[in-house]
T-cell receptor, first 113, second 113 residues
């Protein structure tokens, strides 16, 4: 089982929809969770990070962690065409004495007008 | 504020030729540095990371190498490129310690012909 799994999509929604993007992870000891957005042919940019369980909100974006299910989610309210991008989750995993972010494959989101 | 630079933006190289990609970070000191490769439609594959000058850890054995000649400079090299080396190469930095958020450069799109 991979440490971080993410459905690649694509996920296509109409403008204004609420979007739910999800990742599952394998190790219940993981505590730190990150979401990145990557536009086509660009480097990923950090959207949000959360520590342990619960929700964190930033504008139209909400990150949620369910440690009992080993499931993390990113919700986008009132989605816009400019939200069309690939969204990657990342979790720091111990490797060679350092914690290195391990990324999911990313989910491609298309918001159509 | 911190800035990360990568060059060149695009590169077309024949099989068997050498490679040198450069990454520099401004506005911070002693960052952790990372090289990733992203193949089309796939996730981020960690190639190398460095927690200090002269300290390089390799995640994937292959014909690539990395060096960190200065605190904020990270170089990815190859003596002889293979067709399978084509992809989108991304450099990233993080503050290290108990912070894991990474900040990515704009990437280099490498095509080996």
């Amino acid at each position: 089982q991979k440490e971080v799994e993410q459905d690649p999509g694509p996920l296509s929604v109409p403008e204004g929809a609420i979007v739910s993007l999800n990742c599952t992870y394998s190790n219940s000891a993981f505590q730190y969770f990150m979401w990145y957005r990557q536009y086509s042919r660009k480097g990923p940019e950090l959207l949000m990070y959360t520590y342990s369980s619960g929700n964190k909100e930033d504008g139209r974006f909400t990150a949620q962690v369910d440690k009992s299910s080993k499931y993390i989610s990113l919700f986008i309210r009132d989605s816009q065409p400019s939200d069309s991008a690939t969204y990657l989750c990342a979790i720091p995993v111990l490797s060679g004495g350092s914690y290195i972010p391990t990324f999911g494959r990313g989910t491609s989101l298309i918001v159509h007008p | 504020s911190q800035t990360i630079h990568q060059w060149p933006a695009t590169l077309v190289q024949p099989v068997g030729s050498p490679l040198s990609l450069e990454c520099t970070v401004e506005g911070t000191s002693n960052p952790n540095l990372y090289w990733y490769r992203q193949a089309a439609g796939r996730g981020l594959q960690l190639l190398f990371y460095s927690v200090g000058i002269g300290q390089i850890s390799s995640e994937v054995p292959q014909n690539l190498s990395a060096s960190r000649p200065q605190d904020r400079q990270f170089i990815l090299s190859s003596k002889k490129l293979l067709l399978s080396d084509s992809g989108f190469y991304l450099c990233a930095w993080s503050r290290g310690g108990y912070t894991y958020e990474q900040y990515f450069g704009p990437g280099t799109r490498l095509t080996v012909t």
